[in-house]
């Protein structure tokens, strides 16, 4: 008698897992004569992959030393291993319909909801297969051994609020793999600016200037006009470069934050030495401070730099944490042969606890920002700077009844007040003020 023509389930296949296979053959779908795995199933399936990742780290968090939490996260991230081989395993069952050069979802709806359809705290759900790719937890290559982290599997992460941009985030994960990725920059920067930050990684090429030309030698890229044809143009109003830095187009450029940011020249740092009227310090004033200490650290502000080519010039390594706002900032910082840090106000910063020698921040710090931000920002650059090391907040303003609020917060960190100015902000008819120090944070035991 013959036998039939079944196939059992695999040893390493979770006890449950026929029967949700059993249950979803009646809605698999039908393509080119074979069945298809349905989407929803993955959906849900990647949705607990994440879940077990958020449960390990949990656990990890609780109780580091504990052998029985951490033999119970072994187990868990077993289970999360053996989902992802059960993906792939109906993937070969019952086929694909994307292969490695189509658009990683098909017949979904990109398009942005009506406020009607947002309910408030709702969290929408996404839609992107290349999204649900990359969440998915990544074994590595030889399946049950740890790596030299220490770990079985990584598990890619995104930030919480890009859950409530479904919408755009699935937007920005249509393309399809191994082509040019779409020209779409400006929703990545929303996003980001949103706090969707990190955005997850995609598998296509970056798209690059069609005419581009090698950038000139360093000593002559800090205070040279960069190249028009090394900046992709076609999300900017400007053009080109003489667009950003003419008088003409004042107002029609795109950017408001700093009217001669594009200008590369040293004149925005000949500075008055009256004090009775200019917030500001020199750099040189600042590093006297700490003779011989500085050599490396970060500037927080919407500019292209000219700040880090001047400390450069004195042998300070500075990278420049801005976005692009309205104009090619982070172009035109590379193009000087400086660093840009593509950094939103909600990010962590990308460096070790205790490591860098200056933090300096202008025109980004002012009035707009709420107190319980501030901090947050305040306590990672805090985390970053060295002991006994420089914190120089450049012009910060706001209104004079709020200045109390706002100084409070930075005495609230203990630091040392080795500079200190307020002096009337007089480009407005707004009662507002300039607050300018050079703080030097304290050693801790």
């Given at each position: 008698?013959?036998?039939?023509?079944?196939?059992?389930?695999?040893?390493?296949?979770?006890?449950?897992?026929?029967?949700?296979?059993?249950?979803?053959?009646?809605?698999?779908?039908?393509?080119?004569?074979?069945?298809?795995?349905?989407?929803?199933?993955?959906?849900?399936?990647?949705?607990?992959?994440?879940?077990?990742?958020?449960?390990?780290?949990?656990?990890?968090?609780?109780?580091?030393?504990?052998?029985?939490?951490?033999?119970?996260?072994?187990?868990?991230?077993?289970?999360?291993?053996?989902?992802?081989?059960?993906?792939?395993?109906?993937?070969?069952?019952?086929?694909?319909?994307?292969?490695?050069?189509?658009?990683?979802?098909?017949?979904?709806?990109?398009?942005?909801?009506?406020?009607?359809?947002?309910?408030?705290?709702?969290?929408?759900?996404?839609?992107?297969?290349?999204?649900?790719?990359?969440?998915?937890?990544?074994?590595?290559?030889?399946?049950?051994?740890?790596?030299?982290?220490?770990?079985?599997?990584?598990?890619?992460?995104?930030?919480?609020?890009?859950?409530?941009?479904?919408?755009?985030?699935?937007?920005?994960?249509?393309?399809?793999?191994?082509?040019?990725?779409?020209?779409?920059?400006?929703?990545?920067?929303?996003?980001?600016?949103?706090?969707?930050?990190?955005?997850?990684?995609?598998?296509?090429?970056?798209?690059?200037?069609?005419?581009?030309?090698?950038?000139?030698?360093?000593?002559?890229?800090?205070?040279?006009?960069?190249?028009?044809?090394?900046?992709?143009?076609?999300?900017?109003?400007?053009?080109?470069?003489?667009?950003?830095?003419?008088?003409?187009?004042?107002?029609?450029?795109?950017?408001?934050?700093?009217?001669?940011?594009?200008?590369?020249?040293?004149?925005?740092?000949?500075?008055?030495?009256?004090?009775?009227?200019?917030?500001?310090?020199?750099?040189?004033?600042?590093?006297?401070?700490?003779?011989?200490?500085?050599?490396?650290g970060l500037d927080f502000s919407p500019s292209t730099s000219t700040f880090a080519a001047l400390m450069r010039e004195r042998n300070v390594t500075i990278a420049s944490a801005t976005l692009n706002l309205g104009a090619p900032f982070n172009e035109v910082i590379a193009l000087r042969g400086l660093l840009p840090l593509y950094l939103s106000t909600g990010s962590r910063l990308p460096f070790f606890d205790n490591t860098l020698d200056i933090i300096h921040s202008t025109l980004f710090l002012d009035g707009w920002i709420g107190v319980g931000l501030l901090q947050f920002v305040?306590?990672?650059?805090?985390?970053?700077?060295?002991?006994?090391?420089?914190?120089?907040?450049?012009?910060?303003?706001?209104?004079?009844?709020?200045?109390?609020?706002?100084?409070?917060?930075?005495?609230?960190?203990?630091?040392?007040?080795?500079?200190?100015?307020?002096?009337?902000?007089?480009?407005?008819?707004?009662?507002?003020?300039?607050?300018?120090?050079?703080?030097?944070?304290?050693?801790?035991?």
């Amino acid at each position: 008698m013959q036998k039939p023509n079944v196939s059992k389930s695999p040893k390493w296949l979770p006890a449950a897992l026929p029967t949700i296979l059993k249950t979803t053959t009646s809605t698999v779908g039908i393509y080119q004569g074979q069945l298809v795995l349905p989407h929803s199933l993955q959906n849900q399936i990647s949705s607990l992959q994440s879940q077990v990742g958020i449960l390990l780290e949990q656990l990890h968090v609780a109780n580091p030393e504990s052998k029985a939490l951490t033999k119970f996260a072994d187990q868990l991230l077993h289970i999360a291993i053996s989902l992802d081989k059960f993906v792939e395993a109906l993937s070969g069952l019952y086929g694909s319909t994307t292969s490695s050069n189509e658009i990683s979802n098909v017949d979904e709806d990109f398009s942005e909801p009506e406020d009607s359809e947002i309910e408030e705290g709702s969290t929408h759900r996404f839609n992107s297969g290349e999204l649900h790719n990359y969440t998915a937890l990544k074994p590595n290559g030889l399946t049950g051994k740890r790596n030299f982290l220490g770990v079985e599997a990584i598990s890619p992460s995104v930030a919480l609020a890009c859950a409530n941009m479904a919408p755009n985030v699935d937007r920005f994960m249509s393309y399809k793999i191994y082509e040019t990725c779409p020209d779409d920059w400006d929703i990545a920067q929303k996003l980001i600016a949103d706090g969707c930050d990190p955005l997850p990684r995609r598998r296509c090429f970056s798209k690059t200037p069609p005419r581009y030309s090698k950038p000139l030698p360093i000593n002559a890229s800090l205070w040279s006009q960069p190249s028009d044809t090394n900046i992709l143009w076609s999300h900017y109003k400007c053009k080109d470069y003489t667009c950003l830095v003419s008088n003409e187009t004042m107002g029609k450029r795109g950017f408001f934050k700093c009217s001669n940011c594009f200008d590369l020249s040293k004149r925005g740092w000949e500075i008055p030495m009256n004090e009775s009227i200019s917030a500001e310090f020199t750099i040189d004033e600042v590093l006297r401070l700490k003779s011989g200490e500085m050599r490396i650290g970060l500037d927080f502000s919407p500019s292209t730099s000219t700040f880090a080519a001047l400390m450069r010039e004195r042998n300070v390594t500075i990278a420049s944490a801005t976005l692009n706002l309205g104009a090619p900032f982070n172009e035109v910082i590379a193009l000087r042969g400086l660093l840009p840090l593509y950094l939103s106000t909600g990010s962590r910063l990308p460096f070790f606890d205790n490591t860098l020698d200056i933090i300096h921040s202008t025109l980004f710090l002012d009035g707009w920002i709420g107190v319980g931000l501030l901090q947050f920002v305040l306590f990672d650059w805090d985390r970053v700077l060295r002991p006994k090391e420089l914190l120089w907040v450049d012009r910060f303003f706001c209104k004079r009844d709020g200045l109390e609020i706002y100084l409070n917060e930075f005495s609230r960190l203990g630091y040392k007040k080795l500079l200190w100015r307020v002096v009337p902000k007089t480009d407005k008819l707004e009662d507002e003020l300039y607050f300018s120090a050079v703080l030097e944070k304290p050693l801790r035991s």
